[in-house]
């Protein structure tokens, strides 16, 4: 084919696409009559397009029809060397799987393409292709990739890549509609960064759109997909291009000169941009239409629409931006993102129609007429502004918070305190702010008093603007449980019920309180009741599974933290579930015999071994719950030969305050070694070590229970077997049968 003939093949192509079945054969009878060499053309574009999924309307997967099923079981060995652990989604082309790499002891992102869409050298020539192109780009905003497995006997070629947990762009736009300028900034900036890591490397992406940006959990944006990416080579022609893939990019990004098929450029992937620009701020794509042929149409013929929100332009330099990006003489766009970056510092020139200009002064003649009148419209207008952002960084940092992970919980903190900020009386705002603080006491250990004297702050402000907000008082219960303040605690957690008493979160901590004291009747109730209330809550399963495990019914915590933990589809959020899962793998191994023994210490290992894993791939933690696990169980199993190495990492960090009392108190009970497990206790209980406070049912400490000086802990703790807590009918003189403060 002349490929000056392409915009035509293309247009005619569109027109045969938008026909229903019944009318496509008299079309192409009638262009075969007329040009038979451009009626082959399209009859092979429409045979292949239905062959391989490669329609211009679509992507190669994530968008457009019902997805087909996975391919793939979990536990399959993909290459003999990742073990599938759950399909993290699939399209018109591939399929993207969690997995194992046994080899690096670490999970990535396998990708693989469907054989019967695309032949195999086909598939495995984009794939080569994508890994090819992307590691030239080394760049904390570009998904790393990391090999290219070819083809074998009963094995389709795939790629392996970074592991990326949170959401894309474009589900983000789904689930909770157009950006702000505050909300879009930080992650317009690492965009630019990953596209502009891109291009210096003379690297074109090609398929830049929202479906292809992931907002990580750790607040890393990550451009991704580098399948249809090419190298910018002298001398390189369209018809190359075509060679590779008759329909690069996605139709709804495509700038005009891809579409006429002309050789894509930066200015190429700078018009994808303000295309993912404009539907960030408006919600919207600039030109979709009904069918390919009206998208491209629109696209070739009419101006970008100004990006306006509820009838009003956007900021100005925004808008500048966006302009220039969607320009259709790519000659007149941004010719690097260096040069975008000056129009969003800058602008661009304010655009005022010469019709308007007299309206325009007269209306500024008037102003000064109503200055007043202005200004109070102006506070009004400044307030309402502030309680959107107030709500909008309010609800961020909430769903930040749903993550449960530490890198969530560091990033939901200036949301929070930006809410704060927007409106200094937003109470639930400064609960949740000292919620963030008190789970990072725990979690980010190194700043642990600094978080609590936070909370604690931010707790009582928020009981002081509004007396009645149960999620106030469950905060502050939580601070008194910190402080082992157990009166305090259980006042505050029945008056937060007392308040609202549907709230799942007050039960699920509250049930963890009365579990300290082993009224384990009482906390598997409220337990019970958290789970039919919020059965989506993501730490529910964690801890639920710890509840059933401290009141000794062991099978059920596994019916509960198995499946969290195959379940789950992120790192992150597996961390609680996964600890917990081989804790009660290694108490079962230790209380059963044989095979069924050595059955349990092997799963319980086979945790650890993910742990260390998830440990070594990210920083490398001060104290590794991966070795005190493998500690444990080689202890348990009687060989401290493969304890050693474990151990001493444990008591090193131990001794540097970064390790646990009760998890180094387990080692030395393990060991029989009471006197040196209760010296750890004592130690413990005096810095007053948040890890105590199941010290008095925790399975492990069964037999150290008989030792006195185990119990003199205990006494120091205050927790005594089925304490009642008679303050709560002092303070509030009632009692409820759904909410018991006795045995």
Known sequence: MNLTRWPEVKSTYFDAAALSEAERPRFLVNLSERDPELAEIVKGLLSDSAKDGLEISKPCWGEGDPEPARTLPDGHLLGGRFEITNCLGTGGAGEVYRAFDRERREFVAAKLLHLERLPNDAAERLLRNEVHTAQKVNHRNVCRLYEFFPSRENQRPFITMELLAGETLADRLKRAGRFSITEAEPIVKQMLDGLESAHREDVQHRDFKASNIMLAEDSRVVVMDFGLACEVREGEDLGHTISLNKFAGTLAYMAPEQILGQQASVQSDIHALGVVLFEMLTGARRFDGATPMETASRRLNEEAPEPRVDGKPVNRKWAAAIRACLEKDPAKRPASIAALREIFRHGGPIRIPYRKLAVITGFVAACCLVGAGIQIVNQREAAAEARRTAMDSFMRGSKLLEEFSLPAELAAVPHFETAIKADPHFAMAMASLAEVRLLLSRSDSGKANEHLQQAKSWAARAIEIDPNLAEGHVVMAGLHQSDWNWRESEASYLRALQLKPRMAKAHRWYAGLVLQFGRFDDGMRHMRQAMELDPDDRSMPGTVGLYYFLAGRYQEALTILEPAVRDLDTVSRSDGSRHNLAQVYAYLGSTTRGEESKAYFAKARRQAEV???????????????????????????????????????????????????????????????????????????????????????????????????FQEVIHRMALYPHFHFDVALRIFGWASSSISIGV
């Open 611 to 709: 742990m260390l894993a998830m440990e070594t791939r990210g920083n490398k933690p001060k104290f590794s719950l991966a070795s005190q696990i493998l500690a444990h169980v080689h202890l348990l199993q009687g060989s401290r030969e493969l304890a050693a190495p474990h151990v001493k990492k444990v008591m090193d960090a131990y001794a540097t305050g970064h390790a646990p009392a009760m998890l180094v108190a387990f080692l030395y009970a393990a060991r029989n070694e009471n006197a040196e497990a209760v010296r750890v206790l004592n130690k413990g209980v005096s810095d007053h070590d948040p890890s105590l406070l199941y010290i008095h049912v925790i399975p492990f400490f069964l037999e150290l229970r008989k030792d006195p000086r």
